[in-house]
C-alpha cells in the first residue's frame, strides 16, 4: 500500500521513517521523495498488512499520512494511444496491449506526474483534479 507523508522540518531534522523502521520493525520503500529545510513530503510503499501501524506511528510523530489508492486517472474518450506516456514514465506505468491500445499500471505509479505533463490530449490527471 502506498502512503503520501507530508512533514515539518521545525521541530528538527529527525529520520523519521528511519525511526518508523526501527520501532515497527516494517520495511518501507521510499518511492519518491522531496525534502528541503523546511518541510517534506514521501511517497512510501509498504505492506498492506502493516499500513495502520505505520500510519499511526507516523501521525505519533507529527507527519500527515494520506493513504494512497491508484490516484492516477486516464480518461480513455481523450486518450488518442499515441505512447508520449509509455517513453517518459520512470516506473513503466504505461505499455501497449497486443492491439496496439494504452494499459495503464496505476499501481507501480509514483505520481511524478511527467506522464500529466507530456500527455498532448490532457488524458490523464490525478484522482480529484480531473
Known amino acids: 500500500m502506498k502512503l503520501l507523508v507530508t512533514f515539518s522540518r521545525k521541530e528538527g531534522k529527525k529520520p ?11 520495511l518501507i520503500n521510499v518511492e519518491r521523495a ?4 523546511s518541510e ?9 498488512e502493516s499500513c495502520r501501524l505505520v ?8 507527519a500527515a499520512v494520506r493513504i494512497l489508492e ?10 488518442v494511444d499515441c505512447g508520449a506516456c509509455v517513453s517518459i514514465c520512470p516506473q513503466e506505468v504505461f505499455s501497449f496491449d497486443g492491439n496496439w491500445k494504452l494499459r ?3 499501481k507501480k505509479c509514483v505520481l ?9 490530449h ?8 480531473a
Open 16 to 26: 523519521i521513517i528511519a525511526q518508523v523502521v526501527r520501532d515497527t520493525g516494517v
Open 34 to 37: 522531496l525534502i528541503d529545510s
Open 40 to 48: 517534506g513530503e514521501a511517497l512510501i510503499d509498504i505492506p498492506d
Open 55 to 62: 500510519k499511526e506511528k507516523l501521525e505519533g510523530m507529527g
Open 70 to 79: 491508484e490516484e492516477l486517472n486516464l480518461d480513455e474518450a481523450e486518450c
Open 104 to 106: 495503464m499500471e496505476g
Open 112 to 120: 511524478c506526474g511527467r506522464c500529466i505533463e507530456i500527455c498532448p
Open 122 to 129: 490532457r488524458a490523464l490527471s490525478r484522482k480529484g483534479e
